[in-house]
């Protein structure tokens, strides 16, 4: 079967923009503002399509600030927020010894690929060092292919815990 020629006519279809943060902006990880919400509540509802604003500042209001083993994380661009994450150091749960356990990340599409969930990552675990944590831990739902190559391109894999649930009626 014969491969049909080319149209040397075929649109070129123009590059696609470059994110923000690859643009050469330098990226600035620092602790979370009570004016950085805004776009922290505008990062998640695009993920989940839910706008939460009462959760948000709840989760301000515990891990923003100077609060022990605490953190909440922005990255920044210029003056925009690209991206953000939150942990705490949990001590002896399950069993385990303390470690910091991520429970919330997010990256802006736009400012994907530029290094912003790296920067924050490491930000983080520099904050569960000096805490004195040697471990870090996280959990995400399985079918989270972005998130889950994000974590295994940082060196992150299956820890020794097994999440269990049961369906509450």
């Not at 600030?65 to 922005?74: D, S």
């Not at 790296?118 to 292919?145: E, H, P, Q, Y």
Request: glycine share 12%.
């Amino acid at each position: 079967m014969a491969t049909p020629p080319r149209s040397r006519t075929r649109p070129r279809s123009a590059p696609p923009a470059r994110p923000p943060a690859a643009r050469g902006a330098t990226i600035t990880v620092r602790p979370a503002r009570g004016a950085d919400l805004g776009a922290v509540v505008a990062l998640d509802a695009r993920a989940t399509g839910l706008e939460k604003r009462a959760y948000w500042r709840g989760v301000f209001r515990r891990y923003g600030g100077a609060a022990e083993g605490r953190q909440f994380l922005v990255a920044e661009t210029g003056s925009r927020v690209v991206g953000f994450i939150i942990g705490e150091v949990r001590d002896w749960e399950f069993g385990s010894p303390p470690c910091g356990w991520v429970f919330g990340i997010d990256v802006h599409p736009d400012a994907r690929q530029a290094g912003v969930g790296s920067r924050l990552l490491d930000a983080i675990s520099a904050g569960f060092r000096r805490a004195g944590v040697r471990t870090i831990r996280t959990m995400l739902a399985r079918d989270n292919a972005l998130v889950l190559s994000f974590f295994r391109s940082q060196g992150m894999m299956a820890g020794p815990f097994i999440p269990l649930e049961k369906v509450l009626e």
